[in-house]
């Protein structure tokens, strides 16, 4: 279900694009055809007032779902190789009054979604699409527009739909937490023959090499990023679409340079913080330097202790030379290692260049929890696993480069320090993935009650074919 929720996300972002005035002339041309007048739903939904049925598969709140909008998304689900099996029209219509649910009960709650961020998130995407067909001309023409300001305005309204829906769910389940005792309850209800197969885990270490780049391409990376700081300064240029056309940063790229948040112990660079801390609303920061590259930074929002910035990462280009003296450097490091010179975890803290893991003998932490260990089935990196799986345990890797878009090149080397073997689930060995198990579910209950108590008071209104289905939800509400 994980790949059609996405498939399904992906679809309404990207694909559904055309539909918005297509959609528009389906109804009329079938109200004409059809002159079925209906009344006025309710004082709340105004706009919908003599909106015929037909074409019409469901209305939640004031959002009308289309039964065009359930075809086109089907058919694409098939011809992305979804089963007929996995996805029904009845699930995809109760998936998209769920999003138009959740978007409804934002407005209502006041959650507010910034047009600055809406529209960072509509760049981001038009940049790929212009990068995969290779003009605007292309994109609008697959799209069936007939101009780019139409185009942006039918995105915007999906972006903002879906990330007021993101921000009620987020809402809804922020303050869900369980105590150790529903962990340990929530375990002993599963059937000792369902219990969860935990599969072979690994703990990796590594050692890392950072050759560093000229002074006169430091100094290109902070002249760019000083242009870009008078161009929103002194031109009032937007700090979040020069984010997405340039940071190198892919984690707040799409976001227009955005992290919202971030407090004195969020996990960031010390300098990050500084500069977040230091700067007023709307100030832009001096060039900086962090482990990751060179930054300017701005802050959006402040909120008591936290803050809502944007920022823009560049990383100067390291030349060919830097790059074989660091990859000799580190076929030395593995090479003392190997001759009992050093232990892995003596080499990582007297040599490697990456402070998050030199203190640590080298040891690497799964990005999912933090912990120390990365399930081989379900590897957080591709690229990761892929340095891996042929590594024997306690065999040193050759020297292995990594252009990692956020921290730059590197050459480093890789050891498999601990092996643990497909086994079924312990409450003391792996009580951290229960406690997530367990988590999980709690959240899940909150939403489902929540969205009971939502649609009873709510306007509902859903077609009579969409009577037939045996939705999740009481969306007919028997």
Request: charge should be negative.
């Amino acid at each position: 279900m994980d790949k059609i929720k996405y498939v399904i996300t992906l679809y309404l972002i990207l694909l559904c694009l055309g539909t918005g005035k297509a959609q528009e002339e389906q109804v009329a041309e079938k109200n004409e055809a059809q002159a079925t007048d209906v009344s006025m739903l309710t004082d709340s939904i105004n706009t919908f007032k003599r909106v015929k049925i037909d074409g019409v598969a469901a209305v939640v709140g004031e959002h009308l779902i289309l039964e065009s909008d359930i075809d086109k998304t089907l058919i694409d689900l098939r011809n992305q190789g979804v089963s007929a099996d996995e996805v029904s029209r009845c699930g995809l219509l109760g998936k998209l009054m769920e999003d138009r649910l959740f978007a409804h009960q934002a407005v209502q709650d006041s959650i507010l979604v910034a047009d600055d961020e809406v529209n960072a998130n509509s760049d981001a995407q038009i940049e790929q699409l212009v990068g995969k067909v290779g003009s605007i001309e292309k994109v609008l023409a697959f799209y069936k527009k007939t101009d780019e300001e139409s185009f942006r305005e039918e995105l915007y309204k999906i972006n903002k739909l879906r990330m007021l829906s993101e921000r009620m769910q987020r809402k809804i389940v922020e303050e869900v937490e369980v105590t150790p005792e529903e962990v340990r309850q929530y375990f002993n209800e599963i059937p000792k023959d369902q219990r969860p197969i935990i599969g072979t885990e690994l703990e990796i270490a590594q050692i890392t090499k950072m050759p560093e780049a000229s002074e006169e391409e430091v100094q290109k990376v902070i002249d760019r990023l000083n242009k870009i700081r008078e161009d929103v300064l002194e031109n009032g240029s937007s700090f979040a679409i020069k984010a997405i056309l340039y940071t190198e940063d892919p984690g707040s790229k799409p976001n227009g340079g955005l992290y919202s948040g971030v407090t004195k112990q969020s996990g960031y660079a010390k300098e990050f913080k500084d500069a977040a801390f230091t700067l007023a609303e709307g100030e832009v920061s001096e060039p900086f330097k962090t482990q990751f590259g060179y930054h300017i930074l701005t802050v959006d929002k402040i909120l008591g202790q936290q803050r809502d910035v944007r920022h823009i990462l560049m990383i100067p280009k390291i030349s060919d030379e830097a790059l074989r003296a660091s990859k000799m450097e580190i076929d030395s490091i593995r090479q003392q290692i190997i001759d009992g010179k050093y232990t892995f975890a003596e080499a990582a803290l007297n040599f490697s260049d990456q402070k998050e893991t030199k203190f640590d003998g080298g040891q690497l932490r799964n990005p999912i929890d933090y912990g120390s260990r990365f399930e081989l089935a379900n590897m957080p990196d591709p690229q990761l696993y892929n340095q891996i799986r042929n590594l024997k345990d306690n065999e040193i890797s050759q020297p292995l480069l990594e252009e990692d878009p956020r921290e730059g090149t590197s050459y480093k080397i890789l050891k498999i320090t601990n092996r643990y073997d497909e086994h079924v689930a312990d409450f003391a060995k792996d009580y951290l993935k229960i406690q997530d198990l367990a988590l999980t579910q709690k959240r899940a209950d909150a939403i489902a009650k929540w969205m009971k108590e939502h649609i009873e008071e709510t306007y509902i209104s859903v077609s009579t074919t969409g009577k037939d289905c045996d939705f999740s939800n009481n969306w007919l509400k028997n």
